[in-house]
């Protein structure tokens, strides 16, 4: 076996550096580009979701939590411009990791059995982080930076959640959706 190829061996170097939060400044500039990188973290997002319902009724929050709605429009999504996608998914995003904080907090101070449940959350935060940082490097922005005389963006949709359950369905939906059509887009026509 030969040497593996320096491409290869960046990708295989930055997976290992983000799930720790690390940032990795050699990594291909579009490495969120490569559906591998995204397919993973969808994957970690399944598995709690399905770590959780397999509780009998799943662990339950001891507030409610809101989090992003996860559904897309896709004649109105295709029709937005790429950057007022980026908003929609910043947003989403940021409200993500908000809800995923404030689930640890609560279960940091309930009496239901945590460890498998927590392990699932720091794997969302850390997560959150490596994909905030990927998207920084493809270029989008938390904004939308428009002329004075166009309307502003729409506010971001959301609901609540009561149940791990559901907070780790909306989290793994929203990959799979919604950042998931962004970053193709945005891959597509090159934007960064």
């Known amino acids: 076996m030969g040497v593996p ?89 940021s409200l993500l990791s908000e809800a995923i904080l404030q689930a640890q907090a609560l279960l940091a101070n309930s009496s239901q059995p945590a460890e498998i449940l927590q392990l699932h959350i720091d794997k969302a935060i850390s997560g959150l982080r490596s994909l905030t940082s990927l998207l920084r490097v493809l270029g989008a922005q938390k904004e939308l930076v428009s002329p004075p005389d166009t309307t502003t963006p729409a506010p971001l949709q ?4 009561d149940t791990f359950c559901k907070l780790f369905r909306v989290y793994s939906n929203f990959l799979r959706g919604k950042l998931k059509l962004y970053t193709g887009e945005a891959c597509r026509r090159g934007d960064r």
């Open 158 to 161: 959301t609901l609540t959640v």
């Open 5 to 93: 190829e320096r491409p290869t061996l960046l990708l295989l170097l930055s997976l290992l550096l983000i799930p720790l939060g690390l940032p990795v400044l050699c990594a291909p500039p579009r490495l969120i580009c490569d559906s591998r990188v995204l397919e993973r973290y969808i994957l970690e997002a399944k598995e709690a979701e399905n770590v959780t319902v397999s509780c009998a009724e799943g662990p339950r929050l001891s507030e409610n939590i809101t989090v992003p709605d996860t559904k897309v429009n896709f004649y109105a999504w295709r029709r937005m411009e790429v950057e007022e996608q980026a908003v929609e998914v910043w947003q989403g995003l």
